[in-house]
Structures are given as structure tokens and as C-alpha cells.
């Protein structure tokens, strides 16, 4: 039985609220537990427990994952800063590494611009889990507890991420030299026509980019098959480089290869497709203090993006 304050009233579990706050932080119960090192019964048993003990209900059990009441935003607003604070001193008295930042987005975003971004922090201590892969499957790891940050190509939706814009990609039609030649000058009004024929490469079946850029610029409906299909923009650039055919690939990416005339714009229109990317974090979460770090470190160097 827990011991009682002066007051009468029973202490409160230092054990109990630490899971209480790692299941807070993770919105998923076999998240913490993971976090944890316990089994997700054990877990459970203590956010229970620690119910009964304040006769207020703490979170609200989902499918997927937890939601916390506003109970227990509160009191974790409350112990968050003092448990933070024991697990710094533990941790330094026990030489133990603190937990990996879990990092979500797109490949090619993480290796042109975030990795570089977040170098210096790896090298200064904070460990770092990257995870690429598309927004949907990233959302879901983040709603779940699997990460702690995701960079997302499509708004969030729902009441239990967070996220803010963070930069806008501008999309460019690009090809080697040799298909500038080949295609001529092309207009808006005439492009569509000059390309028939020309080989398309995407990184999906269904080009989502090429079928975007299509509607926005040439007012038509994309029907020619891609002649290449490969699941990295990376690769997709590599491509077009040789000489593989023409594609659309975000400014950001090629702009090397533009710079150097390795690629040409074989068209810039007044106004090309935008699309904005966001970071996005769980709702009514505390972010722990190397997340904080990456988060911030991102936003700021993408003032300049």
C-alpha cells in the first residue's frame, strides 16, 4: 500500500507516474512498454492503478494507441520537468545513453536536406533513428508511438498530430540536354504535345508527381505510361541525368544538376506546382529535450529553404 502524506491523502507512486508519463509521451501503451523494458501487462497495471489512485480516468483507450484526458495533460504538465530532471541525474550517475530521437520522412528529404541539418547534433550526442518511407504509413508510426518527429508531403489530419509547415517544394520538368533538343522550346500551350512520345520516368506506377504537375500546368489529364518506375527521387534523378527520358522531381533536389547543366528545365512556367511539407509531432505530448532539439534545428535551417 502506497504511504500516506501528512494529510492522510496517499503518496503517490514515483514508479507509477514515471509509466504514466512514458505511456503520456508515447500515446501508445506497447510503446512505453517498449521504452520501458516491461511487459505491456505490467504497464497497464500501473496506469490503472495509478487511476484508481486519483479516481480520475487517465487516458482513453483507442484502437490504436491512447488519447490522455485533460486529467492527464495536467499532471503531466505538473511531474514532467521533476522526473525529467531524476532521469537526467540517474542517467549521468548510471553512464546510460539517453533514448533515440525517432525520426520519419521521405528518403530523399532526409538525405539532401535533414541529415546534413542534424550532423552536428549526432555529433554533439544525440542519437538518431531515421525511418524513410511515404506520409501515410509515417502518420500511422507517429499516431502509434513509433516516432517522435515525422516530415510529412501531405497535411496531417485528425486531432492527434500536431504539425506546422515547415517549406514549400516547387516542382520543375526536367531531362537531359539531349531531350532539350530534341522536344525544342516548349510553351505551356504546346508542351504537352512536343512530350508525347518522350519517355517518362516516375517513382510510382501511378505518377503521382507527373499526374500533378499534367493538371496544374497543362490544364490535361497525364495518360502516357511511365517508361520507368524506380521508388527513390533520388534514383528517378539519376536517371533522367543519363538520359533515361524526362520527369518532374522537386527544385530542391536537382538543383545541382541544374547548376552544372548535367539536367536543363525544359519548361518554367509562372506558376509551377507547390507543395507544402510539414513536421508533425503527437498532440498534447512533452517533448523530450533532444527531440525538442531536433525539431527546432530543422525548423530553423528550413527559414532558408
Not at 513536421?279 to 525539431?295: M, S
Amino acid at each position: 500500500m502506497a504511504p500516506k502524506n501528512s494529510d492522510g491523502s496517499r503518496q503517490l507512486d514515483l514508479t507509477q507516474l514515471r509509466t504514466f508519463l512514458t505511456v503520456y509521451r508515447a500515446g501508445s501503451l506497447t510503446e512505453a512498454a517498449r521504452r520501458l523494458g516491461l511487459a505491456q501487462p505490467t504497464v497497464t497495471g500501473q496506469i490503472r492503478a495509478l487511476e484508481q489512485q486519483l479516481d480520475r480516468q487517465l487516458f482513453e483507450r483507442l484502437p490504436r494507441g491512447v488519447v490522455p484526458t485533460a486529467v492527464a495533460a495536467d499532471l503531466a504538465a505538473r511531474i514532467s520537468a521533476p522526473l525529467d530532471e531524476l532521469a537526467l541525474v540517474a542517467d549521468r550517475d548510471a553512464a546510460a545513453p539517453t533514448e533515440p530521437v525517432h525520426l520519419g520522412g521521405p528518403a530523399e528529404m532526409l538525405a539532401v536536406r535533414i541529415l546534413p541539418v542534424l550532423a552536428p547534433l549526432v555529433a554533439d550526442g544525440v542519437r538518431l533513428r531515421v525511418t524513410p518511407g511515404l506520409a501515410d504509413d509515417l502518420l500511422d508510426g507517429l499516431r502509434a508511438g513509433r516516432f517522435d518527429l515525422v516530415l510529412s508531403a501531405v497535411r496531417p489530419r485528425g486531432r492527434s498530430v500536431l504539425a506546422a509547415p515547415l517549406m514549400d517544394e516547387e516542382f520543375v520538368l526536367v531531362g537531359a540536354p539531349a531531350w532539350r533538343a530534341r522536344v525544342g522550346a516548349l510553351g505551356p500551350d504546346d508542351a504537352a504535345a512536343a512530350l508525347d512520345g518522350v519517355p517518362l520516368i516516375s517513382y510510382a506506377e501511378d505518377v503521382p508527381i507527373l499526374r500533378r504537375y499534367w493538371r496544374h500546368v497543362f490544364r490535361q489529364r497525364l495518360t502516357t505510361q511511365p517508361a520507368l518506375v524506380v521508388p527513390d527521387l533520388r534514383a528517378v534523378l539519376a536517371a533522367a541525368v543519363a538520359g533515361a527520358g524526362v520527369t518532374v522531381v522537386p527544385r530542391y533536389l536537382c538543383a545541382d544538376e541544374l547548376r552544372t547543366g548535367a539536367l536543363v528545365a525544359l519548361l518554367e512556367p509562372e506558376e509551377p506546382p507547390i507543395n507544402t511539407g510539414f513536421i508533425a509531432q503527437r498532440a498534447n505530448t512533452t517533448l523530450r529535450p533532444e527531440v525538442t532539439r531536433v525539431r527546432d534545428a530543422i525548423r530553423h535551417a528550413a527559414r532558408e529553404w
